[in-house]
């Protein structure tokens, strides 16, 4: 009965022993390293891309959609409505869908027509764990050096973009 006694008070410390500390389990790698996803991209033409083609001295606005969302759709339609605002950032569209899908999206957007805006599909979803996103869309905002300088998760004024841009 004592072993018993004694293995019910210290299963708790034990159990405890091996876990990982909560703030480093909680906190998603893109704050750890506050860069730009280190993932592969694909572009339209099936050409690999990653962070380190973005341009250089240009703050990036990185905007994880899904091809199937209605806030996406809104927002992309914004963006477009409003690029000029944009200036001289660059604006990373990434979707974890396949190719062809991203294909649609860019052929119905016609992104072909906003040099600032590079889209790309990651079907992976290494982006998506990278970013921990929940909620499409996922805003991430970096500087001229490409340090994180504001994220958000799901609709977003485009005013509170621009103020970091």
């Not at 973005?54 to 409505?81: G, Q, R, W, Y």
């Amino acid at each position: 009965m004592r072993r018993w006694l004694f293995l019910f008070l210290c299963l708790p410390v034990i159990l405890n022993a091996q876990s990982v500390t909560p703030s480093a389990a909680q906190t998603p790698p893109f704050k750890q390293h506050g860069i730009i996803s280190p993932v592969p991209l694909t572009l339209y033409s099936g050409q690999v891309f990653t962070k380190n083609d973005l341009p250089k001295n240009k703050p990036v606005m990185v905007f994880l959609f899904s091809v199937e969302c209605d806030h996406c759709a809104h927002m992309t339609e914004d963006i477009l409505k409003n690029i000029g605002k944009f200036g001289k950032s660059t604006i990373l569209m990434v979707t974890p869908f396949k190719l062809e899908r991203m294909k649609a999206w860019y052929d119905q957007y016609n992104i072909k027509n906003y040099p600032n805006i590079i889209m790309a599909a990651e079907p992976t979803r290494q982006i998506a764990y990278y970013y921990d996103l929940k909620n499409f869309p996922g805003i991430y905002i970096y500087d001229r050096k490409h340090k994180l300088v504001a994220d958000y998760e799901g609709t977003v004024k485009l005013d509170t973009l621009l103020k970091h841009l």
